[in-house]
């Protein structure tokens, strides 16, 4: 093994003891170009803002649909619990009241046509879920 050391221009490997200048992907000589690092930071605060931006966008898809999820569970609350002598029919609206007591109750009755302290109107939807009119 030859621990002497060879000036930069020779391409060496001192682990195989050979020179591979030839297998190297890039030039090695003295006048080979110049190797120079790409400017990737105008690359990365572009994308970054891009990436942001789709997160953000979808953020507020994602907080919009649960909002819109978790009124349509505040709506099924009120209706669930409340009272009612019938068994709802899916596809049919439905008539949400209170009574002297606070009590809430459903009934089908339209608003127009009675006196009662009218809270909502409720269509059944075919998944069981009520949805506000």
């Not at 089908?108 to 069981?128: G, R």
Request: hydrophobic share 35%; charged share 25%; glycine share 2%.
């Amino acid at each position: 093994m030859n621990n002497e050391k060879k000036p930069d221009n020779v391409v060496f490997e001192s682990e195989t003891q050979s020179y591979n200048a030839s297998l190297k992907a890039y030039g090695t000589n003295v006048g080979a170009p110049a190797i120079t690092a790409i400017d990737s930071i105008s690359w990365k605060n572009k994308n970054i803002h891009k990436v942001n931006k789709q997160i953000q966008t979808k953020y507020a898809e994602l907080k919009k649909e649960y909002d819109k999820m978790m009124l349509q569970y505040e709506y099924n609350q009120l209706v669930y619990n409340a009272k009612f002598s019938f068994e709802p029919i899916t596809g049919e609206t439905y008539h949400l009241y209170r009574n002297k007591k606070e009590e809430l109750f459903m009934s089908i009755i339209n608003p127009n046509e009675c006196n009662f302290d009218f809270v909502a109107s409720f269509y059944l939807n075919a998944d069981q879920i009520w949805e506000k009119i």
